[in-house]
């Protein structure tokens, strides 16, 4: 049984190590833990945990299809693992749901506003009320035994056929209207997916995938608990998933035919190989190995046929969602914390099914719970050497360990910088260039401001303007230049330099030097500097500073020069403009020709956008 | 009255008044660049920017608030949704952050708090409390040179048709958001061509959220059918399966 519980153990970590994640998520917001962007609202949680989560649980609909309505037993023995991959995989979309919305404890609001225009209220409608058909289609199994809940059980059992007719009417909706949400997205999808008819190719290869899924967990449970796999009947569902295939790819071709764009296809671009892998994949490869007896009759190739449509469809709504999806800036690649949420997600859910597996009839026969399975002899765990403890719970001290081992891992990991800077990129300042007539340009982007020094001096009274400006310098020197304590472009600077004070190189000062007994040691109750420094404040400086923290070299040169513009503005003739963002930023303000260039490329790049000459039309 | 703003992009000097009112009406700090945040220039607190060409245009970039919104036939709650007045507006108490109008919006313009706990979409709402106490909106009263101006969408139309007749030669002759994507209440007129305002596709005159209409319209149906078909197919299975076992029963009679 190592099997089964190696796997629980991975499955395990990969929840602690989630767990971590998800704590972050919404402490710091999802800016922290994920890549999304103004440019892609959505990405991997919801095209893999919800747009393909929905489809991959849609065995749950095809299959009491085929039982309960189509009357097929020969397919009994795969319907109840079949409704608790469906009902644990709505679970775990929800879930992955409350991870991927902002405002997650707003979840219920689409039953108290219909929305009937809104694909998504369709969506959100539907999901939220197979989840609870799906419940009450699952109940009965764990009643099975239970001796005062039998008339539930009964009761439910009588429901099940009206049960699973409205299941197979909701599921029909909303894995359709998961198409008929990207309908709205005609500018930015990529032609070769956008397609009036993408909800009716969505629900068919929902039915496909599910066909598929169906027998992916099959395989793996039975791999897992050393079982023989229901082969005659896997079979069976592959022949049938075969024809759901070929359907689509009729569908599909013959819509893009019709609408005159398999010529793009051969466009070579980026997207048509893209196109190309997913059909491969998901289902022209399958469908040939499908049709082919010796194939689906064999356990290698149910393997290679299930995993290639499951992979592949999930490869295919991600496409839709995110990679077919065209924005004007940037790409997006999911961050490790999104995949760690999206696998963690799954892993729970995997987790819940073995757990219900092993206590529930799921099979005509239960598999052997592993840690029940008493060990006479208490072993030592064979990584760590030590004792888990009574073999009833080794097993259980094992993946509690595993789960705190990875979470603590987690945070670690996310106790970076990038968790908590809000998405502010540290961009250090760099000494303004030129002698006398400065460009002030701190990140070295180009887009800065021509400063006449001596212009600005003279205008304002000579040498007794100075200290209008100049407010601190290091010590022992007379003009030390903006960068030193404004440091970064946009984020408050440490201008003391704590740490340094206490190295050998900044004096190697003690605790007491600044800090005096008896007194609780904060900055508010430290020695001030020019206590020791005395010369580091100009006489007369205009500007007092009262912490050591210096603002963001932007609001510095802004606090500085707007303040100051803004009175002039008013005192002088005709100056009215001085105050406004382009009489210092003027288009093209930039030294020398060479630099005009830089200009060009940051405009495109961060704040404004560079047009081409203006077009003839 | 239909609330609609019109920009002359050859009156506008770039001196981004607009952007200094919009932020002051709608009590937004100032905002420093993000590494989620796009390079026009609008964020969670710029609602309103300032594209600059290299030959020396500005053209301002804000909610076009169409006419018959995207973002609005997007979301599950109607937390977006166009007012009689004309604006685009949000209600963020029933939002549940699902982000399909940031997807859906044809010119990408609501952004989101991607830094915040609790982060809301945010986009120009076209002042709409000023609009209610009967006041213009921040940045068409800022505008020094009146290169962006408020008024009644219908007036504006014939304003900017008026502009582009008295000035042969200087307008590109055509006014932005007057038919494409079902029109807008924000109105351009401009020398140079405006599709940088959008994902650099030229729009049809359908509006986007027709696209989705058939299939929304269908649902009931899809619903109703869907259950009429599966009730059939279970009483059809079940006569077939008794008709197979009288057979059945009557053969294995006969072979008594």
Redesign the interface.
Known sequence: MNRVRNFKAVLWGITGLAAAVAVTR???????V?N????T??GLWIGFDVVSGVALAAGGFVIT?VV????RKEFYPIVRPAVLTAFLGYLAVIVGLIF?????W??W??LF?W??????????MCVMFYTMVLFLEFVPIPLDEAGILIKVRNFLVKLR?PL???G???S??HQ??LG??F??????LHPLWYT?IL?ILFFISAMGLGLMMVTFESLLTSYLYRRQAEIHLLSKLGKTASLVLAIYLILRFGDLALAGKLRLLVSGDWESYLFMAEVLITFIIPLVLLSLPAMRNSLKGLWACSLMVVIGTVFNRVNVSGFA??????YYLPSWTEVVISAGVVAAAALAFLFILEKCTIWECRPIDPESALEIIPHFDRFSDTSLGEPTVAGKVKFSLIFIIMAAAGFTLLSGSKVRS????PSPVERARGGDTLFIDGNRNYYGVIFNHSKHKIDNGGDSSCVLCHHMNLPFDKNSPCYICHSDM?LQADALKHDWHASPAGGKLACVDCHLSGRERTALTAKKCQECHKDIFPPGAAITVAEYQAV?Y?DAMHGLCIDCHKVKAVEMEGKA?IC???SCHK??NTPSAALAEGV?SF?????????P???K? | MSAAILTDVTKC?????CVNACKTANNQAID????????????AKNWTS????????F?RKQCRHCLEP?CA??????ALHKTPEGAVIYNSS???????C???C?Y?IP??????????VRKCILCYPRLQEGRQPACTEACPTGATIFGDRDELLKEAHLRLQQNPGKY???VWGEREIGGSSVLYIS???LS?L????E?EEKA??E??????IS?PF???G??AL??G??LF??RK?RIEKEKRAGEGRANE
């Open positions: 919404f402490w710091f917001g999802l800016g922290s994920t999304l962007s103004d440019a609202p959505w299809a309960y309505i189509l009357k991927d919305l902002g405002l997650p707003n979840i609001q689409p506003h929305q009937y225009h809104s694909a998504l209220f369709e969506v959100a056929l699973v007719i409205l197979i009417m909701l029909t909706l359709s209207s008929s949400l309908l709205l997205t005609n500018y930015r009036p909800p999806m065209q924005s004007t800036v940037g809000e998405g502010v990129v946009y963001s932007t403009n406004r963002c382009p288009p093209g060009k405009h495109s790049k961060l704040n404004w956008v560079v047009l000459a203006p077009g039309q | 000097i770039g001196c981004a008044e420093i660049p993000r590494r989620w945040q796009q390079s026009d220039g609008l964020s300032i594209l600059s060409t290299e030959d020396g245009h053209i995207a036939a997007a979301c599950p709650v109607g029933i939002c549940l952050g699902c982000r399909y940031i997807m859906s044809p990408g952004r989101y708090d991607w830094q915040q706990p609790v982060p809301y590109i002759l055509r020398d140079v061509d940088i959008s994902y650099n596709r729009f986007i959220p696209n989705a209409a058939p299939a929304m649902v899809v619903f109703l869907m259950g599966m009730t197919l279970h299975t079940l399966n």
